[in-house]
């Protein structure tokens, strides 16, 4: 395991993902490092839902039923549709789980929720897993989140796919930090 300097420095996404999924030990390392994502108040405003086996297929029938709940969908788009979670052997669907507080506005509840996707997306490439986090219209759409058992008050942040890295790893790209930060004033 990588330290967690090099893990953030280094970390990228990687989208050609294979079996296996996580070990249940390194599940263990993901789930404790969403639990420790920025939080202001300790609302802990997540939740998620584990994907594997036969509910990769549910979920990929579910993202077909929803988009025919919007416009008609051709075969082709059907297969594409219920194959998109299968492009990992396992798909983490994280959740906001968003309340009216006082000091908290819902904004920064979902950014906390983000913030477990992020900290889950860092261990996994600290283990030597790859790793992807996914959104569009599937996790915006309200038949997909029925679906899934959200209630009115919850929101998908993300689809993180978690496998093995399918052949070679991506090259972390380099960048300077100069062009993102600047002195002020």
């Known amino acids: 395991m ?7 420095t280094t970390r990228v996404s990687e989208a050609r993902l294979t079996e296996p999924a996580p070990t249940e030990a390194q599940l263990t390392l993901i789930r404790q490092a969403a639990l420790r ?26 993202y077909v039923a929803a988009s025919q709940q919007v416009e008609a969908v051709s075969e082709p788009q059907a297969k594409r549709l219920q194959g998109l979670p299968m492009r990992a052997p396992m798909v983490i669907v994280a959740i906001a789980r968003l309340t ?27 283990m030597g897993l790859g790793a992807y986090w996914r959104t569009g219209a599937l996790a915006e759409n309200p038949y997909v989140c029925k679906g899934l058992g959200l209630s009115e008050s919850e929101a998908i942040v993300g689809f993180l796919y978690l496998g093995q890295v399918a052949g070679e ?9 100069q062009d993102y930060f600047k002195v002020w004033p």
């Open 2 to 8: 990588m330290d967690a300097i090099t893990a953030l």
């Open 37 to 62: 994502a920025a939080d202001h108040g300790n609302l802990r405003p997540w939740r998620f839902l584990e994907v594997t086996g036969d509910g990769l297929n549910r979920l990929g029938a579910l």
């Open 100 to 126: 009216e507080h006082p000091k908290v506005p819902m904004d920064e509840q979902r950014i906390a929720a983000g913030c477990a996707v992020q900290n889950m997306l860092n261990a996994a490439f600290a």
């Open 169 to 177: 790893a991506k090259a972390c790209p380099e960048l300077d930090a």
